[in-house]
């Protein structure tokens, strides 16, 4: 698969410490596995001069105290809290000055985010798309970009999971219904 990196974007998806490090409250141990995978497609993406975003999934500690019906700490527990070392990306993917650090709060890195005007300034039309979890916010956000008209790239050996046939069913789904999968070997940011 071949990308014009003039009109292409790496969306790594909240690779934090709450989510990849041992230490994590929402630990897995298969996004820890995906944090060398994305970082050789960041090396790989500044390589050949496509544009770089970082997701950073992060909760004010009341954001939900008023929730009507959505509200993550209910389901997941407390986690990434605003100024917590959990909400902070792992050390070993540290953003460049010219890569753009979206903060979300919810499961979709379009929702309330300047991602969108963003892409669209930059001349952005294909998101190449890895981070964690495959079934959570890496097929949210990837099935909005797709509602949005880019691109969706997902990129099955840079995806974090908890179980595999959840990142199984993300993948299905979303080259069924919206987007595109791939591996990085078959990955060409020419």
């Known amino acids: ?43 790989r993406a500044r390589e050949a001069g496509a544009s770089v975003v970082f997701t950073r ?7 939900f105290e008023d929730a009507h019906y959505y509200d993550e700490f209910e389901r997941w527990g407390e986690h990434v809290v605003e100024g917590s070392w959990e909400a902070e990306l792992v050390a070993d993917l540290d953003p460049a000055e010219e890569d753009l650090v979206v903060v979300k709060h919810t499961y979709d890195a379009f929702y309330q985010t300047e991602l969108e005007g963003w892409l669209d300034a930059h001349g952005v039309e294909d998101l190449v798309i890895c981070g964690t979890l ?17 691109r969706p790239v997902l990129v099955e050996d840079a995806v974090g999971f908890i ?3 959840h990142r199984e069913y993300a993948l299905e789904h979303a080259d069924w219904l919206f987007g595109e999968v791939t591996d990085r070997a078959g990955l060409d940011f020419a």
């Open 57 to 63: 999934d992060v909760h004010p500690p009341g954001q």
């Open 134 to 150: 495959a079934n959570v916010c890496v097929l949210h956000t990837a099935s909005s970009a797709g509602l949005r008209d880019y």
């Open 163 to 165: 179980e595999e046939d």
């Open 1 to 43: 698969m071949e990308l014009d990196p003039s009109q292409t974007a790496l969306v790594v998806v909240d690779m934090q410490n709450g989510f990849c490090h041992p230490d994590g409250t929402l630990y897995a141990p298969d996004s820890e596995a995906a944090v060398d995978p994305c970082g050789d497609l960041v090396d």
